[in-house]
């Protein structure tokens, strides 16, 4: 770790007696009850210590995310007038119908999320997953960063460290509104302040965040409800939950999941296309979710379309990526058969559905043996997959307190880096996720979310 950081870590446990740990415990636990901080059943987060960053590094992961994103943009532009490019993404019939109205505004992400692993002794950052559908966790992570700073430990700290939360929901909130005033200029007939919809299944784990985002809204004034699809009605051009209006929606259902239960004349589908409705993120965010927006950005065939300090950028910081395929493709500088590549290079490749979520059907190579990669491999070539070289995996120590509630406990987890981007390039706020398992997701019912501080000695 840095000079700043591994001191910072080490005296934050040097702090945390078996009393004091059991103290701060006691406090997170009631704070979890009190905020609604749980994923479904479980409770959001699972340790005593925040994820820490100096400035230098978080300056770090912001320029070059910034970079990425400009890439991503580039790539899209690109796609949307190019019909062979637009086919690398593998988005269905109905993907590309609903792509071609436009939204109202320019973003295809007004809000996104990149998934990655950070080594900041290294300055190694991989990207492996970008979010460009329905980036969760800001309200989580601002709730949780509120909870930590008035953890007893903290007081102690404070006296020989900076500490400082990143917050999001101020950066969601204002490029909400942004596109919901695009979309006004672009023809859109709603009022100056929208009517808000957090739209998604009542059953889902994460309705606890829509309720801190329902307090959150209606403490500056917004009129907002959560609202599941199957509330909503489109009548006399206007679209309506339990009779009342919306004019903005903050889409954190699944396109893929509204339009298989509710099918493509779903209220809210003809909604947004007819243009009575403004929906952020739109149906475009579709094309960089796919997970073959990585593969397009890292295959040879369309090296032409970057930037040199993108294409460096890409290089660095972008696994290698492919969507699964009988092809003919570059790796390490040399042409390789795609498929047979795979089958014989298990132990240092990941096989990830296009379009899923949760880590629902990802394979690591390593953790399964030949027949079981085999398999995979054959899934693959039947249904819309990519492959990705393996990166390499952070650890840190993270304190607990043992089970039967006695002494504290250092033990390694994993970790996954998720800064939050807004309306472009505009990166900040960072999801922090540790997980004990190699698929490092909360939705797999493997991880657990710690709040994300900057560090600096006083």
Known sequence: MTSV????????????????????????????????????????????????????????????????LHAFDRMYQAARDDAALRRQFGLTDWEEALMERDPGFADPSPVSRIDAFYL??????????????????????????????????????????????????????????????????????GPARPRIAILDWREVPTYNEFVLWVDYFRARGLEVRIVDPRETELKEGRLTAKGEPIDLIYKRVLISELVERGGLDHPVIRAVQTGVVCMVNPFRCKLLHKKASLAVLSDERNTQLFSYGEREAIAAHIPWTRVVAERKTMYDGRTVDLVPFILEQRERLVLKPNDAYGGAGIVLGWEVDDTAWGQAVRTALTEPFVVQERVPIPREPFPSVASDGGRVVLADRILDTAPFAYRGTHVDGCMSRLSTAALVNVTAGGGSQTPTFLVEPR
């Open 5 to 68: 950081l591994e001191p910072a870590i080490e005296h934050y446990h040097e702090l945390l007696s078996d009393e004091l740990a059991a103290e701060c415990q006691v406090t997170l636990d009631a704070e979890l009850r009190r905020r609604g901080l749980f994923f479904g059943e479980r409770a959001l987060c699972t340790v005593l210590r925040p994820r820490f960053f100096t400035p230098e590094q978080y300056r770090f992961l912001r320029d070059r995310c910034a970079v990425l």
């Open 120 to 189: 900041p002794d290294e300055n190694v950052f991989h990207l492996t997953e970008y979010n460009a559908e329905t980036p969760a966790g800001a309200a989580y992570g601002d709730a949780l960063g509120d909870v930590f700073l008035a953890l007893p430990v903290m007081r102690s700290f404070s006296r020989r460290f900076d500490v400082r939360p990143l917050p999001s929901r101020h950066n969601v909130l204002h490029a909400l509104l942004a596109a919901y005033t695009e979309w006004r200029k672009s023809g859109g007939g």
